[in-house]
């Protein structure tokens, strides 16, 4: 091919600029262009990611790049390191970094750091809810390490050995390497996040800015000194103390994480997972939540009122969402209404409670008690609802259990599906036929790796892209490991 001066096929090279208007191709058909706003931020030596699934073109500022870029760095010498480290040691910093927790003098300064880190949120009007450092956090924390410290280690023994006549093939789990996180402001995370130590692999974490004060102090006052006094590597746990949110994004495109974490708003994850995914990285996302309920007909009305109340306690991602009951139901919806307003008066507050207009006068629902919003189609379905104080909740009738499967396959993140029923083939049925990775009969809220199995876990995945491969729902941290083989010849001349 003859080329003329100045054209190179192919050609590469570092991009230094932007132009306001330059298209920028993603999904291999389509272009968006740059603003204004961009063109003038962007300089020589920041990155631009473009997130092929939505044309969102991502600025990286040079220092947060650089500061991604050492966070890793020390992680994967972290990961060497911890090759030749002993379980003893893992579990000791464990029982340290608890230890450090419990101390009121030491937990005091963790305490005035994640004060000014509310008292920030709050001028920002932002929610404080799983931001506030209680003691219940607190103690749920020092457990959580707990945990880790007397889980049994994830390498003793073989996961098989298959014998020939005359050699042996065995699978090991092996640690899987640098695990990356983003997690929204929730100070807890620390005691999650330091969970992939136990199955050998290292780990590399931001948190949501609302919480940064909060992760510094964990780190100076517990983590670093639990590392110093068992001797193991303090590569082992970084922090990427980065304010900015591109700072996840330039976590989730290092080709060095051998696994990329993102827990938080829907939206928020469902962005970063494409970024990792795009960098060819895998990942497990925790993003969009809100759990379903299905009340069938001739359910006790205490039984229901009880469910219902327990599975609004609080806003996390396995909080009751929409609750769909069978019709005829009167004493049914009547039980519904009774357990929300029983999660609302906890709070002395009124609950929201989301219907579909031509359903209005069926739950005959009294404005003064609670507060109504109405809707023309089932689109709100599909929305996770976001409060901090007052529980807010979608009903709605349906025919049978069929009909509220067909809803939640069709509307829902297909997370958790509740299924209330005196019937146990019904709860099968829907067991089969529903895509929720948690199915039970109860309230919402036992979606919990701690709660549930004993583990803390590092997030909970739905299926709303897909079920996943080779493993359940609970990402916990001895879970996050490979899978090796080891062979053991006995004769030499052996071939094939």
């Known amino acids: 091919m003859l080329v003329s ?3 190179v096929p192919n050609a590469t090279g570092r991009l230094t600029a932007l132009v306001e208007g330059q298209l920028i191709p993603f999904g291999g058909d389509q272009f968006v262009k740059v603003s204004a706003d961009l063109a003038s931020q962007f300089v020589e030596g920041d990155r631009l990611v473009v997130v092929q699934n939505s044309g969102d073109l991502i600025r990286i500022e040079e220092s947060v790049a650089r500061l991604v870029d050492e966070a890793v760095s020390q992680a994967v010498t972290g990961f060497e390191r911890l090759a030749s480290t002993s379980s003893d040691v893992v579990d000791s ?3 340290q970094f608890a230890r450090l927790l419990s101390e009121d003098e030491i937990f005091a300064h963790v305490r005035s750091a ?14 404080i ?11 749920d924390m020092i457990e959580a390490l707990r945990m880790w410290r007397d889980l049994p280690d994830p390498f003793e023994g073989s996961v098989e050995l298959i014998a020939h006549e005359n050699w042996t093939v065995e699978e090991r789990r092996s640690p899987l390497g640098v695990i990356g996180f983003v997690f929204e402001g929730r100070p807890n995370v620390f ?3 330091t969970g992939v130590l136990k199955s050998g692999n290292s780990v590399v974490f931001r948190i949501g800015s609302d919480a940064l004060l909060t992760a510094r102090s964990l780190m100076e006052h517990c983590v670093r000194p639990a590392c110093e006094l068992t001797g193991l590597a303090r590569e082992c746990v970084t922090l990427v103390d980065a304010a900015e949110r591109s700072a996840g994004h330039a976590l989730f495109s290092d080709t060095r994480l051998a696994l990329a974490v993102a827990r938080g708003s829907g939206e ?3 962005q970063l997972g494409s970024v990792a995914r795009q960098s060819g990285v895998p990942v497990s996302l925790h993003g969009t939540g809100g759990a379903w309920m299905h009340v069938a007909a001739g359910v006790a009305p205490d039984r229901i009122l009880k469910v219902v109340d327990a599975s609004l306690d609080r806003k996390v991602c396995n909080t009751l969402n929409v609750v769909a009951v069978a019709k005829p139901a009167e004493v049914e919806r009547s039980a519904v209404l009774s357990g929300i307003l029983s999660a609302a008066s906890r709070r002395d507050v009124r609950p929201i409670v989301h219907l579909r207009r031509a359903e209005a006068r069926v739950w005959g629902i009294s404005e003064p008690e609670v507060d109504v919003v109405l809707h023309d189609d089932d689109s709100f379905l599909a929305t996770e609802w976001e409060w901090d104080d007052r529980p807010e909740v979608s009903v709605i009738t349906v025919s049978d ?20 029923t ?4 019904e709860l099968e049925r829907v067991y089969r036929t529903s895509e929720a990775p948690f199915v039970g009969d109860g309230f919402t809220r036992w979606v919990d790796g701690q709660y549930a199995l004993s583990r803390p876990e590092l997030g909970l995945s739905n299926w709303q892209t897909g079920r996943l491969f080779g493993r359940g729902g609970i990402l916990s941290g001895d879970g996050v490991f490979s899978v090796r083989h080891l062979a053991r010849h006995r004769d030499p001349g052996q071939r094939r």
């Open 191 to 193: 005691a999650d996040a």
């Open 268 to 270: 928020a994850v469902a």
């Open 5 to 7: 001066d100045g054209e």
């Open 114 to 127: 994640n004060q000014e880190d509310v008292e920030a949120a709050r001028r920002r009007g932002r929610a």
């Open 129 to 139: 809810g799983r931001l506030e450092l209680s003691e219940k956090m607190r103690h």
């Open 93 to 95: 910093f464990y029982d």
């Open 401 to 420: 259990a069929d009909e509220t499967v067909v809803l939640f396959n069709g509307h829902s993140p297909k997370f958790v599906l509740s299924i209330l």
């Open 422 to 425: 005196e019937d146990p083939d």
